[in-house]
């Protein structure tokens, strides 16, 4: 490893005293003079025409200063990619239970509310379709009957709901099934998903003097909210200036627009700064979560285990509008695996059901599930240990990608064996105990990052990014300059940001911010430091190249006592022929870089309720290098949790008549407690990205992928019975154990020959 | 209407003139676990909340081995569950405590709310019918008692007339030779409501072997918490067996009317009643015999869970 100042030692959070002392301040802590509060009216129809609205005695209460209905907003559609699928506000008709149909700005909270319930609505129902499945077959009521006309529709297969389709094809996947010794194929299904973040999404607006919009945001991507804001407003981008404040979590469900656009009409209308803050409620119904998902996967064998094809069909239901849909779902469904022939198909189906939002690498971890779920009982039925028959089928460096591009080095069989190893496998465990494990493949994520620092006449720092802080990555930042600075953390100010001030730059999300943001803070410090270094030499009199940078002074190689303090360069810097110190950097997309996780669990089962109990969790991935391992293992610890639960107890269950949210609340919303979790055990191997910060890979989101299926599998280690179907409840164990559930409970024959006819695959 | 009156009644008597002036417009607090909840839900909307937290008369626990348990309605579940007496001589209660919520909320929560939320699935519930509870009442009309099996009248409605108060519950002495256990069913270990829960308390004659009495009680699944009068009919007087367990669980199950919702459905609740009835009946049998479980175990034994 090499011989770092800074990284690869642990830091205490640059934003530590405020958070912890409770002074940082979150959306919901903005408080403006004469500042009025705003509620949201939901939808209670599924899917209805808006025959009136009328608004009259909700504006008639005291204290109401104004409502809005989706009609005075400008008719644009807008979406989170390509397809523009949804207004901001409902306008004659409402697709989901829950649905924003007006929203009141009123002198306080509790009038604003009273105001909502004076609001009345008349709807003539339009057929709701809720199951996915069912929304794909040919004949099945229509949730966009307009689908075809909505700008960025690209989608040619018929088929009235089918709103997107991704694929990826490689070989003759056909004929590989026809050589192999063995096929297989499975289906699994995995439950809808909230991300659970604890600060509920919340928003204030104000029109300043000058005309322009100021929003203050929870948001893990200012420049996108702005961007969709100036869109469903209809005005100038450079109109709008987004504040991002503190993020009490986002997983994914912050990254686009969300309601920013109703306090900042309200404001517009009432000239009053207003502020939004959901309630748990409609951070479920009326914000973005994860939906069921069901993979089907078909896998081709040779006696000695080696995988020669894969097909898998994933169906999204992404509901009533395209949030996010099945996007990085679809290239995963090889698993961290070299197989020479498949066909990948991703298919998103519009249903009467809450839009579904991001969460931790959309469609991932569904799909890890499902891979190596599949992965072990291939194994078993080989009669392999399950470890050797993954190795066996490895992704390699030089191997070719799904995406087309080459594997780079990488410490997958490392993490492989670190958990081996520490686990003791293969074990015996006595009756009703297992342990079963995942292997995890997921990228660095890249996108546009930029970043400026300016040296201090004292000898400081200030790094300006337009990223928001998620995780502690603020404090990953500000090493990875003072590492290349050579001065300590505590010397570089993080700047507080907004889109006015900082440069653009892509959302904090998607396992991107310390791998490519990261990059470009170390190009902009690089930069910063060979101008200091430039400045020296011009005032040393020795060459550039004669000279280090490190405790806070740039020195004489030769002559070490010889040299200038980064303050005295700076304060010379101002008058200097080339002016002050400042390192910049801009960069667009950086190549593939793979992250990889093996993962396991030992559980005990109880045979006679079925109730799964996690009693051990080990996880080891290959980070490249630590930037900062406290925030590493926070972020691999974190992740597990996620996971835990998503295998475990999340389940966020839809009336299968109307759609609408059963459990809209942590009290039936059951996410894992830090009393309730075993001690998690992590590790990490460390073999260097070619093009990260030092090396470093993304961290953030391959922790929250094993789970379920590492838990899985130990339940089959336990107890005999694999569970295809997410949370893997004591519930279905139970069934299982009672012979009730039977093996091709999830077949889905029916739907996929209707989707392979209709793409020409089949006659 | 989303404003109230709040008030804090001085003594019990001043919480009685208060409940009758307002009617059926006031609510009764204490610790307000459940009422804020419910409020900010808006399934409970009254114009005046009346808070008996300051009445501390309320809140003591006695014991005698001649009197019993005395439980003040102000009784936090922390308290119970911490208290040496109960854990010694009323098991499944402190197991039902300790299986309740968080640390926090048994701080807040008093038994007496517990009891007047007459929520089918309150934690407390099974243990205090399992061991004859009785309530104390007091109101305009002066104080009555009442069976604890007489008191809830369906999910969130009791026998209590306006203007009454539950100021304590009284359980009988234990009986020499005697186990317990409460078994909560719930995928979180807490902050999380019962799916299904029992308790049982048995007594063993002089022998050892055979069954003196038997009281099982059963939670979350029908509309109140109630006792398996059936299950326990089959255990009276009969040498204890596997089998015989195994007979009264099973009719246990068949007196459960438990209804699908989002923590499982009304079958899982029903395999759950027999499955967690034969255990508790199993490890209280133990106890009877002589066996001490410390309260760790009991509590590992309790708390079914996930994770």
Known sequence: MADFQVLEQSHPRVDAWEKVTGQANYAGDVYLPGMLMCKILASTRSHARIISIDTSKATALPGVRAVITGYDFPQIRFGSGALKDRYIMARDIVYYIGEPVAAVAAEDEITAQEAIGLIEVEYEDLGAV?????????????????????????????????????????????????????????????????????????????????????????????????????????????????????????????????????????????????????????????????????NYIKTGVNNDGTIIAREAYTIFDVGAYLGAGPNSGIGHGLGAYNIPNFRLRSYGAYTN????????????????????????????????????????????????????????????????????????????????????????????????????????????????????????????????????MGISIGDIIVASRDTDLAPFTGPSGGSRIVYSQGKAVQMAAEDARDKLLALAADRLGVPQEALGCAGGRVYVHDNPPQGLTLGQLASASVNSRTGPIVGNASLSTLPYAPVFSAQAAEVEVDRA?????????????????????????????????????????????????????????????????????????????????????????AVAEPPGFGPPAAIANAIYDAVGVRIRELPLSGERVLAALQGKISEDVAYIGDELDELKRAEGLVA | ?????????????????????????????????????????????????????????????????????????????????????????????????????????????TVGGNVCNASPAGDTLPALLAFDAQCNIAGPEGARTLPLTEFFRGPGRTALSTGEVLTGLKLPPPQPRTGSLYI???????????????????????????????????????????????????????????????EAANEARNQATPIDDVRGSADYRKEMVEALTNRTLQYAFRMARGERLSFEEQRRLAVQTAF
């Open chain 1, 130 to 294: 809720v199951d996915p499945l069912t929304a794909l077959r040919s004949g099945a009521p229509s949730v966009h009957p307009d689908l075809e006309s909505y700008e960025g529709y690209g989608f040619t297969i018929e088929g009235g709901n089918i709103c997107t389709l991704l694929d990826a094809d490689r070989g003759d996947v056909d004929q590989a099934f026809m050589e192999a010794d063995h096929v297989f194929e499975d289906t699994f299904r995995s439950q809808g998903i909230n991300q659970g973040f604890l600060e509920p999404m919340a928003c204030a607006a104000n029109v300043e003097a000058n005309g322009r919009l100021t929003i203050w945001a929870s948001t893990q991507g200012p420049y996108q909210v702005r961007a969709q804001l100036a869109s469903v407003l209809d005005m100038p981008l450079s109109n709008i200036k987004i504040i991002p404040m503190e993020l009490g979590g986002g997983f994914g469900a912050k990254l686009r627009l969300a309601f920013e656009a109703f306090p900042a009409l309200l404001s517009m209308r009432t000239g009053s700064p207003v502020k939004l803050i959901n309630t748990r409620e409609e951070v479920f119904t009326l914000n973005g979560p994860r939906h069921p998902v069901t």
């Open chain 1, 353 to 484: 059901k809450v839009y579904v939002g991001s969460y931790r690498a959309s469609g991932v971890a569904d799909m890890t599930f499902a891979v190596e779920s599949h992965m072990d009982i291939i194994a078993h039925k080989l009669g392999m240990d399950p470890l050797d028959f993954r190795l066996k089928n490895t992704i390699k460096e030089g191997d070719i990608a799904v995406n087309g591009s080459r594997v780079p080095g990488n410490g997958l069989e490392q993490t492989l064996a670190a958990i081996k190893e520490r686990l003791g496998l293969p074990k015996e465990l006595p009756d009703g105990h297992g342990v079963g494990i995942a292997l995890c493949e997921w990228r660095s994520g890249t996108g546009p990052s930029t970043a400026s620092i300016s040296v201090n006449e004292d000898g400081t720092a200030s790094l300006l990014t337009g990223s928001v802080d998620i995780s502690g990555s603020d404090t990953s930042l500000a090493s990875i300059a003072a590492e290349v």
């Open chain 2, 184 to 246: 909560k069913h719930s995928p979180r270990g807490a902050m999380d409501i019962a799916t299904v829960g029992v308790a049982s308390v048995l007594t063993l004659e002089d022998d050892g072997r055979t069954c003196k009495d038997a009281r099982i009680a059963l939670g979350a699944v029908g509309p109140v918490p109630f006792r398996a009068s059936a299950a326990e009919a089959v255990l009276k007087g009969k040498e204890v067996t596997a089998d015989l367990l195994a």
């Open chain 2, 1 to 109: 209407m989303l404003r109230f009156d709040y008030l804090e009644a001085r003594n019990l008597r001043q919480a009685i003139s208060l409940l009758q002036r307002h009617g059926e417009d006031a609510r009764l607090v204490a610790g307000s676990t459940d009422f804020l909840v419910r409020w900010r839900q808006g399934f409970w909307r009254p114009s005046c909340v009346v808070n008996i937290k300051g009445i501390s008369s309320l809140r003591r626990i006695t014991y005698s081995a001649r009197n019993g348990l005395n439980l003040g309605a102000l009784a936090t579940v922390q308290a119970i569950e911490l208290d040496p007496r109960i854990r010694r001589y009323y098991e499944a209660l402190a197991t039902g405590a300790t299986s309740f919520a968080g640390v926090q909320v048994r701080n807040l929560a």
């Open chain 1, 609 to 697: 309720t079925g109730q799964v109990k996690l009693t051990r969790y080990v996880q080891c991935q290959d980070v490249g290098v630590a930037i900062n391992p406290m925030a590493v293992e926070g972020q691999l610890e974190g992740g597990a949790v996620q996971g835990i639960g998503r295998a475990l107890t999340e389940d966020m269950l839809f009336d299968q008549e109307t759609g609408a949210v059963r459990n809209p609340s942590f009290a039936s919303y059951l996410m894992p407690l830090a009393l309730d979790l075993p001690e998690l055990e992590t590790l990490m191997v460390r073999v260097p990205s070619e093009d990260g910060p030092f090396g470093a890979r």
